[in-house]
């Protein structure tokens, strides 16, 4: 006894028609070019934002440069460089600057890595931020984590993570204080 008469003829005439091939193709193709896409935004994001905080810095440290703002404290320099750097939402609280005279007898620079936010932290520790004698080269550097606009996809999923769930963007300078500059 069979249960569905003329089951398998139409399971076969189904397999062997054509209508809707073209959507297997969308289907197969679609992922890897939105995939693409949202890897290039992602890429074109992280470049706007790290020249706009290269540039921040830059515009920040003209004033610095001539000393025009004597007994400059961290907090106030980061005004100035979120003042410059608008892409940064909450920027007051996600950028850390660390100013650093660097010695002409022993040419020591800072530490390689840039000190940046910890947001599972409450408390920031304490960077080091002097603004030198006359005549000194300074090192200037800036770190912003930010999150990634598309973290579970391509790049935004394999960026290296800072402290925290967002990747840090680092920005440096340097500078010789002018005679009569600084402290």
């Not at 197969?28 to 790290?50: D, H, K, N, W, Y």
């Not at 800036?142 to 680092?170: E, I, N, T």
Request: glycine fraction near 8%; proline fraction near 7%; charged fraction near 20%.
């Amino acid at each position: 006894m069979r249960a569905c008469p003329g089951l398998l003829p139409r399971i076969a005439r189904a397999l062997r028609r054509e209508e809707g091939t073209a959507s297997i193709e969308v289907v197969l193709a679609l992922p890897i070019v939105m995939m693409m896409f949202l890897m290039g935004l992602e890429a074109s994001i992280l470049m706007t934002r790290q020249l706009l905080l290269e540039h921040a810095l830059d515009v920040s440290m003209r004033e610095v440069r001539l000393g025009r703002h004597p007994g400059l404290d961290h907090d106030r320099f980061k005004e100035i460089v979120c003042s410059q750097a608008n892409l940064f939402p909450d920027c007051k609280n996600v950028v850390r600057i660390e100013m650093t005279p660097v010695s002409k007898t022993t040419w020591t620079l800072p530490d390689a890595v840039a000190t940046c936010v910890d947001r599972r932290a409450p408390i920031q520790p304490v960077t080091n931020f002097t603004q030198g004698p006359q005549n000194t080269l300074m090192m200037v550097r800036a770190c912003v984590v930010v999150d990634p606009f598309f973290p579970g996809v391509g790049l935004g999923l394999r960026l290296h993570k800072a402290s925290g769930d967002g990747y840090a963007l680092v920005a440096t300078s340097a500078f010789v204080n002018e005679p009569g500059a600084g402290v």
